[in-house]
């Protein structure tokens, strides 16, 4: 069934459009708005509000008392296994304390004790306890708190169920290195399946991560990449992508998709039990830190675990702590565990390693800075150099929360300079053909592209399985491009799109990287090179890169 529509929408103008709601997206708001009170901003997502990999964070914020701050940079630069930018990580750890404060007055609250003190939990690859939260849904907690504040602004317009598409660009003549400057996008009205066209004097890339690239992922549906997408098309460079992280113990269960078993019940105790004989095998991988080595050490002993036995899991053994203590602990993970039957009390938990965290992503400073002028990037979407090669746990949410802040400061000079637009813009204004069997087709490529990523570039990689997997993806590449110049635009086919090229980004950047570091493990290069180097792309150096 074919017809012909046209999905030309409205005209929209803003002083800054955010594309994405998660922690760094509205920390970047509020700040903006308190900074300029009367910017009018456009908050661009799609699904719902609160649909970001944040929301799904349970185990909490890392931040360090003053007198522990030099040993979370050093457990952060540990982490990072060589490849950490030390002055970005200074930088945002430094703004711990502040984040906790700036957090607490934006409504979220933190877990005390008796004497109301704040409590900070423990997790892998962290020396001290730092880790402030919310029971075990500090992420919901966050983004509940900052969006209330958020929806109160009369400065802010929501746009719900929209997904942008791509950024729109014009020649900066005097940008350095010939990158362009952005000044909008065009977004996607997923339910009237028109295509609007957003124009702005500074546009925020906040969409977050790339986990459903992978099988197996702790992410929501919205994290394809979007963002990193874009902003390579547009000509940023972008960086670090074959260190995607693999967070150990996603819950493995037929009925439950992307729920994540907390680090922190690793943290308090849990153990990992082989399902055939109840052994206890991380003494085999990382004997001083045991179930609390770094998640890329985890990761690949439960993936090898899990290789060499009858089993598709291992399971996590918490039995011996308290009930009223683990009820009290992890309330989310306790109820969602009963649903099924599953007692965390007395019952041992399956689970699998799955995508969890995409290391790399748009090159930025720690502003969210990027390389096309009036575009910014900002958390899992950035790449800071302050994750390295691996990310230090619960990392991630300050991170969010200090660029956000920081790019609303560093944006004020973009909003004071009127946007001039050297040639008119046009709207969106293809004919379309809606293909009904194509739509569905679309689907298929989606389930073969993520079960083939987690076979051939997912947690332990070859050169021949990359390369193979190079040509898959190139090969599927091919028929979406023709797909998106022919048929109608869906998100389905734009999520197709960017997942796609994140691939071939993460595929390229891991056959580039002939040795193993933090989150990348070549199975044939077991080794660290001793002069290992940042891995920065930009889309002409693909003639440069490695080919199938």
């Known amino acids: 069934m074919q017809n012909m529509i046209s999905q030309r929408g409205q005209r929209y103008q803003f002083d800054a459009i955010v594309i994405g709601s998660g922690i760094a997206g509205l920390s970047y708001i509020l700040e903006l708005v308190k900074l300029h009170p009367k910017t009018q901003i456009a908050l661009l997502t799609k699904g719902q509000l609160n649909q970001s990999n944040s929301y799904y964070a349970q185990g909490g914020i890392a931040a360090a008392v003053p007198e522990d701050i030099k040993q979370h940079i050093s457990d952060t630069l540990a982490a990072g296994d060589g490849l950490c930018d030390q002055q970005a990580v200074t930088a945002i750890l430094e703004q711990g304390p502040a984040s906790i404060d700036y957090l607490n007055k934006q409504g979220v609250v933190f877990d005390r004790d008796k004497e109301n003190n704040l409590l900070r939990g423990i997790e892998a690859g962290h020396a001290l306890r730092r880790i402030y939260r919310v029971g075990d849904h500090t992420g919901a907690a966050i983004i509940d708190a900052l969006l209330a504040q958020v929806k109160q602004l009369s400065q802010v317009t929501l746009f719900e169920c929209h997904s942008a598409i791509n950024l729109i660009t014009q020649a900066a003549p005097h940008q350095p290195g010939n990158f362009p400057e952005v000044v909008g996008a065009y977004v996607l009205a997923e339910q009237l399946g028109i295509i609007h066209t957003f124009l702005a004097k500074v546009a925020v890339l906040a969409t977050g991560g790339a986990g459903k690239v992978y099988r197996y992922t702790s992410n929501p549906n919205v994290a394809t990449g979007d963002g990193v997408a874009m ?318």
Request: net charge positive; aromatic share 10%; hydrophobic share 40%.
């Open 231 to 548: 902003a390579y098309r547009a000509g940023a460079r972008v960086g670090g992508l074959e260190f995607y992280q693999f967070h150990p113990t996603l819950f493995y269960h037929p009925k439950i998709n992307s729920f994540l078993i907390s680090e922190a019940l690793r943290g308090e105790g849990a153990y990992l039990r082989l399902p055939e004989t109840g052994e206890r095998f991380m003494q085999r991988y990382a004997p001083a830190a045991m179930e609390l080595a770094t998640r890329d050490v985890v990761a690949r002993a439960i993936f090898s675990e899990i290789e060499q036995s009858n089993y598709d899991y291992v399971y996590l053994d918490i039995r011996h702590l308290d009930k009223h203590f683990l009820q009290h602990r992890f309330p989310m993970i306790y109820r969602t565990l009963m649903e099924v039957g599953l007692d965390l009390s007395c019952d041992m938990i399956p689970v699998v390693p799955a995508a969890h965290y995409m290391g790399g992503g748009v090159l930025t400073d720690v502003a969210g800075k990027t390389d096309l002028k009036r575009l910014f990037a900002i958390g899992e979407t950035a790449f800071t150099g302050l994750h390295g090669a691996n990310r230090l746990a619960s990392n991630s949410l300050l991170e969010g929360t200090v660029m956000g802040r920081h790019a609303a400061r560093q944006s004020s000079e973009a909003l004071a300079k009127p946007l001039q637009l050297q040639r008119q813009v046009s709207d969106w204004d293809s004919a379309s053909v809606v293909d009904l069997r194509r739509a569905s087709q679309i689907n298929v490529h989606w389930r073969g592209l993520r079960g083939e990523m987690s076979s051939y570039a997912g947690i332990i990689r070859t050169e021949a399985g990359l390369r193979d997997q190079l040509k898959l993806v190139l090969a599927r590449r091919d028929m979406i491009e023709e797909y998106y110049w022919k048929y109608a635009i869906t998100r389905d086919l734009i999520e197709l799109r960017n997942i796609i090229l994140i691939a071939e980004l993460i595929v390229r950047s891991a056959l580039n990287r002939r040795e193993s570091r933090g989150g990348h493990y070549r199975e044939d290069f077991k080794r660290k090179l001793s002069n290992a180097q940042e891995s920065i792309v930009r889309a002409n150096d693909f003639s440069r890169m490695e080919t199938p």
